[in-house]
């Protein structure tokens, strides 16, 4: 990697954490102003809205310690990086998910069968809409960073508190037809319906960290880019075949077969690979690219063209 390309790594880095850190100072106060509204109302709905927050502090912690860890440099142990821990952060916050799901489930199950009528309902809405709305703003901000940076820590918990974000629209509009009604068997019944959708984005969540845990490539968008630029940048080559990517976390690797001719020396050789490799680095910040010279007796006519 290139000294710029490193330096950019690690302004990324430090950007990063400082989200990840910002991101549990947000979900603090939402719980805060969360849990108030439970206690105005005494609301089993807004009760597993502040539930849910909990589970975003605590995601919030595990993804900053995962995100420190995922941009240490490589090491003995670990030449290939610590890019994955971002991943375990993921899948951690989906479990978490799970459980307070499970959590809200238990609490709607009793409250469906002895309903209560709430205090000061539009107060404890009012209060929960404040909170709704810096979560809005916040988790559009996560998931703005978490792609620039390919972060799945940040874009997991932008992700799951955008669910937060919907679901709390949902109760709050729920709770205004209770109000309004007169029906309290409403309230546990967008509990539970909170815990259901909560359930779903965990399982989202959990899905997308195992895929990359599985060595996932590039999505097709990025994968037609990676063969353009190598089209357009292996000029003096004969052709590139066996092209192949994977994403860790935010880290890309791209490794491939290039073909010269047999009479080309290695110097020239290398100046083409280090004329692709820069071009693949300015496009993916940080890419790890691996090239395997050949012979011209082992073109195969069926990879990327060379313009």
């Known amino acids: 990697?290139?000294?710029?390309?490193?330096?950019?790594?690690?302004?990324?880095?430090r950007l990063v954490k400082r989200t990840a850190m910002m991101t549990i100072a947000v979900a603090c106060l939402?719980?805060?102003?969360?849990?108030?509204?439970?206690?105005?109302t005494g609301s089993v709905a807004l009760f597993s809205d502040a539930l849910e927050s909990i589970v975003n502090v605590v995601a919030g912690v595990i993804a900053l310690w995962a995100v420190s860890v995922s941009y240490k440099p490589a090491d003995v142990d670990h030449p290939y990086g610590h890019t994955k821990a971002e991943?375990?952060?993921?899948?951690?916050?989906?479990?978490l998910i799970v459980v307070a799901a499970l959590v809200i489930l238990r609490e709607a199950y009793g409250a469906f069968f002895v309903p209560r009528a709430l205090d000061a309902p539009f107060l404890g809405m009012a209060i929960s809409g404040g909170a709704t709305l810096i979560n809005l703003f916040w988790a559009l901000y996560l998931l703005r960073k978490g792609s620039e940076h390919r972060s799945p820590a940040l874009d997991?918990?932008?992700?799951?508190?955008?669910?937060?974000?919907?679901?709390?629209?949902?109760?709050?509009?729920?709770?205004?037809?209770?109000s309004v009604t007169g029906w309290g068997f409403l309230d546990p019944a967008l509990a539970a319906l909170v815990a259901l959708n909560i359930l779903r984005e965990g399982w989202k969540v959990v899905a997308a960290s195992l895929s990359g845990l599985m060595d996932q490539a590039l999505d097709p968008s990025d994968d037609t880019r990676v063969r353009e630029i190598i089209s357009a940048s292996a000029q003096g080559a004969i052709e590139v075949h066996d092209v192949r990517s994977r994403t860790a976390g935010r880290a890309v690797f791209i490794e491939f077969h290039l073909v010269v001719p047999s009479d080309m020396r290695v110097a020239d050789a290398h100046t083409i690979c280090d004329r692709i490799e820069d071009r693949l680095q300015e496009a993916f910040a940080g890419a790890r690219v691996l090239i395997h010279v050949e012979p011209e007796g082992e073109a195969k006519q069926v990879g990327v063209p060379v313009l």
Request: proline residues 0%; without cysteine.
């Open 1 to 13: 990697m290139t000294a710029s390309a490193m330096a950019m790594a690690d302004e990324s880095g």
């Open 30 to 40: 939402v719980l805060g102003i969360k849990y108030a509204a439970y206690a105005v």
């Open 87 to 95: 991943y375990f952060s993921a899948v951690v916050e989906g479990v």
């Open 156 to 178: 997991a918990d932008g992700r799951h508190i955008m669910a937060d974000v919907v679901t709390s629209v949902g109760v709050l509009a729920g709770l205004g037809i209770a």
